[in-house]
């Protein structure tokens, strides 16, 4: 398989593409979101084994989403019951991409731990709130960014790998492989797409609140709750939505024109 390399400017457009596709049904993929958001936190509350039940099954779940981005890209109708199709495809691989996920996740924390005698990896696994003052130490800090400067392999390894397996039958060292030359070829698209959350994601709604808290400032918090739901109910779908538009594009086909 070979991924297409793309100009940095459609990267940029993932996020609108992404919410074209929100468009179509925005009942239906907001529902479908929030479902699988709902099931992974009940997950979680199963004792000891919870959380890594979870994470085994999120490559599951994220190509149950994919499914019904791309039953929306083409035309197709879309359920409730896609919420669990990512079951039903390679899925003996998809579990295996999600216990390597948790294996290497547990190995990046246990190495950033390494400076932070474990604050940071803590926090993360068993949910220990560090105080203030471990939290503004160098050493958490120089945790923190060991740990994501190991993150980024990964997350590249990872972006693609779920469809891959799901939709092209693909073993998992094949999936990761693939995601990860994929993503690595396709840098500055993925670097105007991150620029693009940060726009849409957070520059954009924080400016709104920012805009009601000056306007109503005794009910600047009772609004701005008002309107986060709503804005999650948007931005959430449509974040799914762009990264079936990546995938669509990468390893599909673009129109130079567009």
């Not at 039940?53 to 083409?74: E, K, W």
């Not at 739901?229 to 669509?248: D, E, G, H, K, Q």
Request: charged share 10%; with cysteine; glycine share 8%.
């Amino acid at each position: 398989m070979q991924a297409l390399t793309l100009p940095a400017r459609r990267g940029w457009l993932w996020l609108a593409e992404g919410f074209t596709i929100f468009r179509k049904n925005p009942p239906m993929l907001a529902l479908l979101v929030v479902g699988y958001w709902m099931l992974v936190a009940l997950i979680n509350l199963v004792p000891v084994i919870g959380a890594i039940i979870a994470t085994i099954c999120i490559p599951a779940f994220s190509v149950s989403l994919m499914n019904a981005c791309r039953a929306l890209d083409q035309g197709r109708p879309v359920g409730p019951q896609l919420l669990f199709s990512g079951f039903r495809e390679n899925l003996r691989t998809l579990l295996v991409l999600g216990g390597l996920y948790l294996g290497a996740t547990i190995c990046i924390l246990g190495i950033s731990s390494l400076a932070d005698d474990g604050i940071l990896m803590r926090m993360m696994l068993a949910g220990t709130p560090p105080g203030e003052e471990a939290m503004a130490s160098a050493e958490f800090l120089a945790a923190t960014q060991l740990a994501l400067l190991l993150l980024a392999p990964l997350v590249m390894a990872y972006w693609y790998a779920p469809v891959l397996a799901a939709w092209h039958g693909l073993p998992a060292s094949k999936a990761l492989f693939f995601s990860f030359v994929a993503s690595l070829r396709n840098w500055r698209a993925f670097l105007a797409y991150s620029a693009a959350m940060i726009a849409y994601g957070a520059v954009v709604p924080g400016a709104v609140l920012g805009l009601v808290a000056s306007l109503l400032p005794d009910g600047a918090s009772f609004f701005a709750a008002l309107l986060a739901m709503p804005l999650l109910m948007i931005l959430a779908p449509t974040l799914f939505a762009s990264f079936y538009v990546s995938y669509r594009e990468v390893f599909i086909a673009i129109d130079e024109n567009a």
